[in-house]
Structures are given as structure tokens and as C-alpha cells.
């Protein structure tokens, strides 16, 4: 599984892309996943942010446009209303997420932009990984944590992904020893050449979630999943002790 993001910044314009997962073999031989080519990358464009863009201490926020936390078809402005608003948490790195109720316990690595502007993916079925240039879990903003569906014959850490439930809770580990605690929104499956780029990766007035791996048929041709698995979270607050 590869989502990949890739920023160009040039006269306030930024443009995010996501590309697919792809394999070195044959779906036949099993759910081996590897880098998608650069010819199998699907993308969408970005408009530039605007100058009302909620503002923190992420460098994220500078290039990525206002956009609301879920698809209206799948929580109204009214579900949201009833959704409790939690304080943002100070900055701090992800170790360690948990979804008890996928069976996901992973550590993280930290996952950069390469020279392509591409975003670095995990090199094996575990762990997940946490794009570096988003807001960190509990941080105002979308953090952004990926993981892979398989790889090599391997079930991925996010092989369960397609099965959250909303209301799920999702436990964040961070370095400074507190636990961010999210509760599932919503998770949709999209198409690669309709992933909703300004959705998954536009500022949020409040703390989110995302994450995120492939999803669908597996196309050989391509070396790719057809789609992409993303779920919705939002801060419940800090854990208590």
C-alpha cells in the first residue's frame, strides 16, 4: 500500500497527490505489495489555501485548504453538532496506535517527502507509519498515520482497516508519555482517481485522524489497488491516568 503525497508550493498554489499500492508479482501469488511505478500514480490537484485557514504550528496548515472533517454523506452538520469538541493537545510524537478492535498494535516511524516530493512509505508489512509534515495526533489539524493492507505475502497492519466501525476508539501513544484517544467518525472507500484530496488532507478546526490504506480489487495490470481505505477520526481528549 502506497499513499503518496506530493506538495508543490509555488505562488501560494499546492497541489497533494495520492498514488496506489502496488506488487512486484502476481495477485495470484498472494498479497504482495510493493511501490507503485510513477506511471500507475493517480492524482488530484489542490487549489491554494486560504488566507482564513485555521492557523497552528504545523507546517502542514501553510500549504493545505480549509475542508470539512467527513463527507456530508456520511455525518450531517447536526451528527457533527453532537460530537464532543475536544481541547487540542500541545505537539508531541506518535510511538505506538492501538485499535483493539481491528487487532492493530503497531509502533511508528516517522515517514518524510522524498526529492520527488513524494511521501515515504513503511518498507514492510509493520509498522505503521506518521507523515512528519502533518500535525502531530491531538495536535489542532489532521494527523496523518499509513500503513500497509499486505506486503509480500504478509498481512499488513492495516489489513482490518475496511472493517472499523464508527465509534471505534483508536488510542495514540505519544512521546512525552500521554495517550490521545480518538473515536471513529466514519471510514469510506474511494477510488483512486476520486480520492478526495482537500477531505483527507485539509485543515480541520479541531483535532482529526486519518487513517489510511488501499483498499478494493487488486489490478495486476497496474501493480495497484483500484482504491484507497480512509477512516475518519476526531479527538476524545487525553486519556486519564
Known amino acids: 500500500m502506497k499513499p503518496t503525497v506530493r506538495i508543490a508550493v509555488g505562488a501560494a498554489i499546492a497541489a497533494v497527490f495520492v498514488a496506489g499500492c502496488g506488487t512486484s508479482t502476481s495477485r495470484s501469488a498472494g498479497p504482495s505489495v510493493a511501490p507503485v511505478p510513477s506511471s500507475a500514480v493517480a492524482s488530484v ?27 456530508s454523506s456520511v455525518a450531517t ?10 481541547k487540542p493537545m500541545s505537539k508531541s510524537a506518535p510511538v505506538r496506535v492501538q485499535v483493539p ?15 520527488d516530493g513524494s511521501l515515504q512509505v513503511p518498507p514492510a508489512a509493520f509498522p505503521v507509519g506518521w507523515y512528519t509534515g502533518a500535525p502531530t495526533p491531538g495536535e489542532l489539524g489532521p494527523a496523518i498515520i499509513v500503513g500497509h493492507i499486505d506486503w509480500a505475502g504478509v ?12 465509534g471505534a ?32 488532507y485539509g485543515n480541520t478546526a479541531y483535532s482529526a485522524l486519518r487513517l489510511i490504506t488501499c483498499g ?26
Open 45 to 71: 490537484p489542490v487549489s491554494s489555501a486560504p488566507a482564513s485557514a485555521p492557523v497552528s504550528d504545523s507546517p502542514m496548515d501553510s500549504i493545505l485548504p480549509s475542508a470539512p472533517d467527513v463527507p
Open 169 to 200: 476508539e483508536i488510542d495514540v501513544t505519544r512521546a512525552d508519555g500521554s495517550t490521545a484517544v480518538f473515536r471513529v467518525v466514519s471510514v469510506h472507500e474511494y477510488a483512486k482517481d476520486a480520492f478526495p484530496t482537500k477531505l483527507v
Open 101 to 115: 478492535s481491528i487487532g492493530v498494535d503497531s509502533t511508528l516511524m516517522d515517514l518524510g517527502l522524498l526529492a
Open 216 to 241: 478494493g480489487a487488486f489490478n495486476a495490470k497496474a501493480h495497484s489497488y483500484d482504491d484507497d481505505i480512509v477512516a475518519y477520526a476526531e479527538l476524545v481528549g487525553p486519556a486519564v491516568t
Open 155 to 166: 498481512d499488513g497492519v492495516f489489513y482490518r482497516l475496511h472493517s472499523l466501525l464508527p
Open 77 to 86: 452538520a447536526a451528527d457533527l453538532a453532537q460530537l464532543p469538541i475536544a
